[in-house]
């Protein structure tokens, strides 16, 4: 069964841009969850998707949007891009919403200039 | 105060040492991750724990709710144990599988 897969994996973008990361879960997951990791605030949690519809969200801006479609495949946006959004973004899905193990992907290092 | 500490943040160790990684918390939890990230991002979940204990090879975690403690054992360390451990929780409000805490990380390196 093939992994948790995330596209692009590597990203450089100027300030002001926009960005679209991807993500496509496990084959049968439907609950994928976004997380930012930075060498400051380590790994902080973005939002959660579970059959298209966002169930939680993290302490971001608005900045930061996500959705899911209805293969589960799942993207996040972040417009009006700063310095500090530079980090990996992962992305993780499971099985069941609640209690289940988490599958992580590769991440998106996203560098910001 | 962040709400998961762990400890050590650094530990070196020797090959075939055991090493323990501590974790508390102060959120009521659901369940308790253990994670492990090699250098170049990849995150792998070690374990999931509700309450006592699991192994899985060289490695063991043990969890005591009523203390928000878990401790993360490696048995006979291995230079490829060296690795970032990260221990996670999630909340047992807000209903989501997602939201999940994370600790700072205990980075471990092993020499041969």
């Known amino acids: 069964k093939a992994g948790v897969t995330q596209t692009p994996r590597y990203l450089i973008k100027t300030r002001g841009q926009q960005v679209t990361l991807s993500c496509s879960p496990i084959s049968g997951h439907r609950s994928v969850s976004w997380y930012q990791q930075t060498p400051g605030q380590g790994l902080q949690f973005l939002f959660e998707?579970?059959?298209?519809?966002?169930?939680n969200k993290g302490n971001f801006p608005g900045r930061f949007s996500g959705r899911q479609f209805s293969n589960s495949r799942s993207e996040m946006n972040v417009s009006t891009l700063e310095l500090g959004d530079s980090a990996l973004y992962l992305c993780?899905?499971?099985?069941?919403?609640?209690?289940?193990?988490?599958?992580f992907g590769p991440g998106t290092r996203l560098t910001v200039l | 105060k962040n709400e998961v500490e762990q400890s050590p943040q650094n530990l070196t160790a020797q090959e075939g040492e055991f090493i323990t990684i501590n974790c508390s918390y102060s959120?009521?939890?659901?369940?308790l991750h253990w994670l492990q990230q090699h250098p170049g991002g990849g995150i792998v979940s070690l374990f999931m724990?509700?309450?006592g204990k699991k192994k899985h090879g060289r490695l063991i975690a043990t969890i005591n709710i009523q203390e928000k403690h878990s401790s993360l054992h490696i048995t006979a360390s291995h230079p490829r144990d060296s690795a970032v451990y990260i221990c996670?929780?999630?909340?047992?409000?807000?209903?989501?599988?997602?939201?999940?805490?994370f600790g700072k990380g205990t980075k471990l390196s092993v020499k041969p």
């Open positions: 959120v009521g939890i659901s369940a």
């Open positions: 724990l509700s309450s």
């Open positions: 993780a899905s499971s099985l069941q919403r609640e209690y289940g193990e988490q599958f």
């Open positions: 996670a929780v999630m909340p047992n409000y807000g209903g989501s599988q997602g939201n999940l805490i």
């Open positions: 998707y579970f059959s298209e519809t966002q169930r």
